[in-house]
């Protein structure tokens, strides 16, 4: 198959041609010589393959876009080897745009486009050509793909696409500082002529700005360029496809350039010498006036500081700068006084913070100005001699009492007479009051230290000329003291006396309190009462030291038998005069425990240890009777269950009985009883079931020390009563079928060692000291008691 074009669309098309494989005429279509290839068998023959041979070669087609002739433009012509020019050909075309963009003639191969195509939208098509047999309609040669691009040409101007632009540069920049950089595309083939090649050129803005033709960077052009002269600027630029040459197409965007400020102006006040009128009564601290040096500059390049850099003003005056308005706020340091001094000569300097040492050629940036105060006449309150007053009197004194003195006078020339009245708003003018004309102060009630030390008045003084004017002095008054309150014991609480408590022990120091004031320090003595008895169970000791000691006067303190006392005492103070006080201390009895020199009760501590509440408390003891109830129904429930200790009939079984208890020798009768061995009528009275368990005695109360029997019973012949014993056990019918085995045992009576058995020993009473018990804590309290030699209780 052949393809054929125009031959006259430009330079750059590339006609398609085919082929050939045999040599001839480059116009007309060879004929098709199919290849052999032959293939030798396993039998010595040789197998020959027949295969078509294509003829022709695809290349690709080109397509001038935007084609407006009334026409369909010819974009070229296809032709395949089996084609005799008899019409017997058919060609077919498929693929992208076949039948809607481009058509083929049947019989002659010829491609047509039917619509204008762009290249910005789609630059090629792929498409598929066959040749088919007209009758048989069968493939002559096998479907072929083939492109089909569009050529393209320059119908797309330049464009700016993130236009306008805004840039910043700051004033008095260099020439070709660099302010923005812009950029142009064009939509056409940048690979096909200069369609999109582009050139940059400023149509506005020269000669303030200039632009790079290649790059698109505008840079400065014009030297000094001033803000506070102009600051807005509008660039225009262009961009030009085919470098710029004739016919080219162009697009153009806005730069909006702002110069930047940097502090390229010093400050400088409107005029040199400035007036300012302020009155004597103007507060201290407080603005009098402003003054303010301008800058053109903007933002911190046009800050100012101001100074007073004379010393005359700069010691009356201080100066500071408003951060909103840039004024120079003038104050007060120190009050005025028209009489002293009238007028102020202040000189007033304002430099900018921020200097840039880039323009230091232009100059020192700063400026300077006189201000002349002038002080105004008013007609002041009353001054007081002092700032406050403090006085004192003695508490107690009668009302009329002379406290103090306050002064107060009149500062202007004209020199009027003052009054003095106190501030009816404060609550001590109850106690005091103030002579008009003289300024003294006098108690009006007596007054009490120990409820209010300390006073605080105000007085007011004002001219009688003008009474509106006033002026107002603290007066503070102490209130001194004198001996007036007797002493007391300090604490109201119980004192702990612990049941162990020794004679000679102490139970506890007590301090007193007075609420007089002693300026040395205060000293107390302490004594009982001269009028009561001397108390038998405590005595009171003076350490000389403003504080006592409780002694035990002696032991075995029983809480059971009383557990509170009464202690008076008899406390005196060091103040002239002396006075004395009477206090009773209530002491209770318990049983301590110690921790430390600290001794708590019993239950008192156990309480503060925990730190229960009662709903606590009420709780636990809850639970434990709700345990309690449980254990005793779980024993009864056991021996409910128990099987009778009566054995039936027919459990015939033989139990030996073996009594293991261990005396401290035949004298010892405490673990047996040996009176019913001697005693044979009481053994019958205490004679008992065998068959039945015998109740276990209980025995409450303490030990109880027993004698030997052997002393106070008849010397009876033991070894007889065991044999009759014997025989009453062999004749007895009530026993249980089954055997029982009853053990006697007799060693005899008497022995010179005697019985090894402390129970038996005599009481005799021992010298030996066992209060030290009393310091092993509660775990040895009951051993003390049994030790201790017992006394009876005395009570007041």
Known sequence: MRISTTSCLCPFLVCLCFIQRCSGASHHVPTKVPSKNQTKLANGETEVHHRPKRGWIWNQFFVLEEHMGPDAQYVGKLHSNSDKGDGSVRYILSGEGAGTIFIIDEVTGDIHATKSLDRERKTHYVLHAQALDRNTEEALEPKSEFIIK??????????????????????????????????????????????????????????????????????????????????????????????????????????????????????????????????????????????????????????????????????????????????????????????????????????????????????????????????????????????????????????????????????????????????????????????EYSGVIYTTLPLDREDMPWHNITVMASEVDNPSLLSHVPVTVQVLDVNDNPPEIATDEEVIVCESSRPGQVIQTVTAVDKDDFANGQRFSFASPSQLPVNPNFTLKDNEDSTASIIARRRRFNHLTQELYELPIVVWDGGEPSLSGTSTLTLRVCPCQRHGRIRMCQGEAFLSSAGLSTGALIAILLCIVILLAIVVLFITLRRSKKEPLIISEEDIRENVVTYDDEGGGEEDTEAFDIIALRNPAAAEELKFRRDIRPEGRKHCGPPRIHRSPSVELDEVDVHEFIKQKLVEADMDTSVPPYDSLQTYAYEGQGSPTGSVSPLDSPGTHSEQDFNYLDDWGPQFQKLAELYGDPESDVTT
Request: proline share 6%; glycine share 6%; no cysteine.
């Open 150 to 435: 569009v050529q393209d040409i320059n119908d797309n101007a330049p464009k700016f696409p993130d236009g306008p632009f805004v840039a910043l540069v700051p004033e008095m920049s260099e020439v070709g500082t660099s302010v923005l950089q812009v950029t142009a595309t064009d939509a056409d083939d940048p690979t096909y002529g200069n369609s999109a090649r582009i050139v940059y050129s400023i149509l506005q803005g020269q000669p303030y700005f200039s632009v790079d033709p290649k790059t698109g960077i505008i840079r400065t052009a014009l030297a000094n360029m001033d803000r506070e002269a102009r600051e807005h600027y509008t660039v225009v630029i262009q961009a030009k496809d085919m470098a710029g040459q004739v016919g080219g197409l162009s697009g153009s965007t806005t730069i909006n350039i702002t110069l930047t400020d940097v502090n390229d102006n010093p400050p400088k006040f409107p005029q040199k010498n400035y007036q300012l009128y302020v009155p004597e009564s103007a507060q201290v601290g407080k603005p009098v006036g402003k003054i303010k040096a301008n800058d053109e500059d903007l933002g911190v390049n046009a800050d100012i500081r101001y100074s007073i850099i004379n010393s005359e003003g700069a010691n009356m005056f201080s100066i500071s700068a408003d951060r909103d308005t840039r004024e120079g706020i003038i104050s007060l340091k120190k009050p005025l006084n028209f009489e002293r001094k009238k007028t102020y000569t202040l000189n007033i300097e304002g430099v900018n913070t921020h200097v840039d040492p880039r323009f230091s050629y232009l100059g020192s940036f700063k400026d300077t100005a006189t201000l002349k105060i002038t002080v105004g006449d008013v007609d002041e309150a009353p001054v007081f001699s002092m700032d406050y007053y403090i006085m004192d009197v003695y508490e107690n004194s009668p009302s009329g009492t002379e406290v103090g003195a306050v002064t107060a006078r009149d500062p202007d020339s004209r020199n009027s007479h003052v009054r003095y009245f106190l501030d009816r708003k404060e609550e001590g003018i109850n106690y005091f009051r103030v002579d």
